[in-house]
């Protein structure tokens, strides 16, 4: 008998991602369990600044509706940055119009981030971001906004997406272990353009303390939207939740 597992006969995840990014789709598949599967519609992004996130926004309406065609059983906005720089009231009405308008369960990058953060019980958390100063201002206040405190935070100051994609590992753990601080409950990296997800393990033993990055919560998220609870090896302690 022939297998359809491979063709997301348990789930589908329909991911928003920025046009200039490659990262989050090699690493969401790398998570997927099996009989899910990743399906992506891209939006345009220049500079990841204030200006050019709110451009990506306006075009992530058609791409909800074009991934809902499939349809797939949940849609990501896969760009953090994007997700959080209007604050929490923007984003839970961007969830509530996208869902309205194509009838699926919508979230975000940034959802997924605080849900984690609140799976995992902690309060104060240290960041690490690619961004340029302005941006990673923006996700402390978001971060605040939902009730989190933070101890200590740090931004690569980059401003084009293909930039941070093109971090390599060895920079993005190096930067992510310097950022903690000893006060922090758990170590967040932010931005679905990083390579994460082979560092978190490493981090989790050095740092004795959970590390939660964007792609890593944006799947565990989507996941549980869709009722998996399949508890994904190999990614931090946060897929045990």
């Not at 760009?79 to 369960?105: Q, R």
């Not at 923006?138 to 971090?167: F, H, P, Q, T, W």
Request: glycine share 8%.
């Amino acid at each position: 008998m022939m297998n359809d597992m491979d063709y997301g006969e348990r789930k589908k995840i329909g991911l928003i991602y920025p046009s200039a990014g490659w990262v989050m789709e090699q690493e969401m598949n790398e998570m997927t369990p099996d009989g899910v599967s990743i399906h992506t519609t891209r939006v345009p992004l220049g500079n990841t600044d204030v200006e050019g996130l709110n451009r990506l926004l306006l075009k992530t309406q058609e791409a909800a509706q074009l991934l809902s065609d499939i349809p797939v059983d949940v849609i990501l906005l896969g760009c953090t940055s994007a997700s959080f720089i209007n604050g929490l009231a923007y984003e839970k009405n961007m969830t509530k119009e996208m869902e309205k308008l194509t009838g699926i369960p919508f979230t975000t990058t940034s959802t997924s981030v605080i849900n984690a953060i609140n799976a995992m019980g902690v309060k104060k958390v240290a960041v690490a971001t690619p961004y340029i100063d302005e941006v990673t201002q923006l996700a402390l206040s978001y971060l605040k906004e939902n009730g989190i405190e933070v101890c200590n935070a740090r931004g690569m100051g980059l401003l084009l997406d293909r930039d941070i994609d093109a971090v390599k590992l060895d920079d993005v753990y190096e930067f992510a272990k310097n950022t903690d601080c000893e006060e922090a409950e758990a170590l967040v990296v932010l931005c679905t353009g990083l390579r994460t997800i082979p560092t978190i393990e490493r981090l989790e033993r050095n740092l004795q303390k959970p590390v939660i990055t964007a792609i890593q919560a944006s799947m565990w998220n989507a996941l549980r939207m869709v009722g998996i609870d399949d508890k994904v090896e190999g990614y931090g302690s946060l897929f045990e939740k």
